[in-house]
């Protein structure tokens, strides 16, 4: 885009008008698609060794870091990327550009990473797509977020929905609190029974409100059971058993051959045709993470699971099971 100008308006009062030398107009429908092309080649400025990547305005550059010589290259990695950005004319929000290490050391190799003349701070926490990472890879952070949001929200609903029929406030509690409760739950799904509880604790003060049933005497899981609600621990499992399938069945972008392997020996008489070999786990964040996870559920659903050919009907399948 060529030849454009703009200005402020306040009221009756205009600003002069100031040559306009790089970006799209915000707002149009275009700026999207000629953004991405822009930026397209951003990719080619780091290490095939580095991962970059991309959404809309946000870039993520990580590696593995075995040796310092790792955390040199990462560094050059990100003054190719600072170059390329004043070389095409954009400029790196210095504020809003993170250090994390995720690790489980006590004592890690340090480093300080550089964008130019500005050395990127260090964070023991950060938040990347609506997720809470922390350097630990602890998820207490961010269900405690998302509780107190979800809290929140059934406050405003208990204001706004007072009078309404039952059915219409469990279709409010579905529609917006639990997503708040469930966003990218395959990631972060807990394991220690005191966030699990944490998380149910929601449903049933949504129950609660629903039936107007505050009453300690009303138990908070027989009206879960009248809602036919699911608890949340289990959907969670069944969203991750989704995944899987959906890997399995290509339905994804992503090499499933990585991070999936049949396993060395197969017992036909207690394993089904699919099964997974288990990855080995040294520790409980990797041993609940999503694929170990996944995996252990998947190996221990039937056959006739397994086999079904498309998610809707290994969904009706598995939510069957207890």
């Not at 929000?93 to 994390?100: E, G």
């Not at 269900?143 to 409010?172: D, E, F, M, W």
């Not at 499992?237 to 197969?266: C, D, E, T, V, W």
Request: glycine share 2%; aromatic share 10%; with cysteine.
């Amino acid at each position: 885009l060529q030849n454009r100008k703009q200005c402020v308006k306040i009221g009756e009062y205009v600003s002069q008008n100031l040559d306009v030398y790089s970006g799209v107009p915000q707002g149009s429908v275009l700026a999207p698609l000629l953004f991405l092309i822009y930026i397209n080649d951003i990719h080619s400025c780091v290490s095939s060794s580095i991962q970059l990547r991309l959404f809309a305005d946000d870039c993520v550059v990580y590696i593995a870091v075995k040796k310092s010589d790792d955390q040199i290259l990462l560094n050059n990695s990100l003054e190719s990327i600072h170059a390329w950005c004043v070389t095409w004319g954009m400029k790196l929000n210095a504020d809003k550009t993170k250090s994390i290490t995720f690790t489980n050391k006590k004592h890690p190799l340090s480093f300080t990473y550089t964008l130019g003349d500005t050395q990127v701070k260090k964070y023991d926490q950060v938040k990347y797509l609506g997720l809470i990472l922390t350097s630990n890879l602890r998820w207490e952070p961010y269900i405690k977020s998302i509780c107190s949001k979800a809290v929140g929200k059934l406050h405003y609903l208990r204001r706004k929905l007072r009078n309404t029929p039952a059915h219409i406030k469990l279709s409010a509690y579905k529609t917006l609190i639990r997503p708040t409760l469930e966003y990218a739950d395959i990631v972060w799904s807990p394991h220690q029974k005191s966030l699990i509880n944490k998380l149910e604790r929601i449903q049933k003060l949504a129950v609660r409100f629903v039936y107007s049933k505050y009453s300690r005497e009303t138990s908070a899981t027989s009206l879960i059971v009248q809602s036919n609600l699911q608890s949340l621990s289990q959907r969670r499992i069944i969203s991750r058993l989704k995944f899987l399938f959906q890997l399995l069945h290509g339905h994804f972008k992503i090499a499933n051959s990585q991070y999936l392997h049949p396993p060395f020996k197969h017992s036909s008489r207690t394993n089904h045709s699919k099964t997974l070999r288990q990855p080995v786990s040294r520790v409980n964040i990797h041993k609940y993470s999503l694929f170990p996870d996944a995996i252990t559920y998947w190996n221990k659903l039937p056959e006739d699971a397994v086999k079904c050919t498309s998610v809707e009907l290994f969904l009706n399948y598995i939510e069957k099971i207890d």
